[in-house]
């Protein structure tokens, strides 16, 4: 994915399974689970359609500090260098960083409250 794009969207909540089962009946999500090592998170699929567009997933072990909003994964280049100019733009670091995919990612809230989170994918190759 090219740098400056959303990657990805997710919500951590304390109940993901609750949220899961809202967001299937409304919206018409299919949840596929996601081993989390004693428990599961969901990737969540459109009718119709195998891949899934977004994630939801319980607030606790390693997402017990991600605040409960739908968050945007905003891909860039370099995380540590996008996450030292946020800083010092107003930024402060939520949680993270932290490896993903292969990649790794910050949630950060930027310098108007709002949060987000910003991921940089794997090497290639």
């Not at 304390?14 to 089962?21: F, Q, S, V």
């Not at 939801?56 to 017990?64: K, S």
Request: proline residues 8%.
């Amino acid at each position: 994915m090219a740098t400056g794009k959303i990657g990805w969207t997710d919500l951590t909540v304390p109940d993901a399974t609750g949220i899961r089962d809202f967001y299937a009946a409304v919206v018409g999500w299919r949840p596929e689970a996601v081993d989390m090592d004693g428990y599961a998170d969901f990737n969540m699929v459109p009718p119709g359609d195998d891949d899934a567009v977004a994630g939801i997933c319980h607030a606790r072990g390693q997402n017990a500090n991600i605040p409960p909003v739908w968050l945007v994964y905003i891909t860039v280049e370099n995380l540590a260098a996008s996450l030292a100019e946020a800083t010092k733009r107003g930024a402060t670091v939520v949680d993270g960083p932290r490896e993903a995919g292969g990649g790794g990612f910050a949630v950060i809230r930027d310098p108007a409250g709002a949060v987000c989170a910003l991921y940089q994918e794997p090497p290639a190759g």
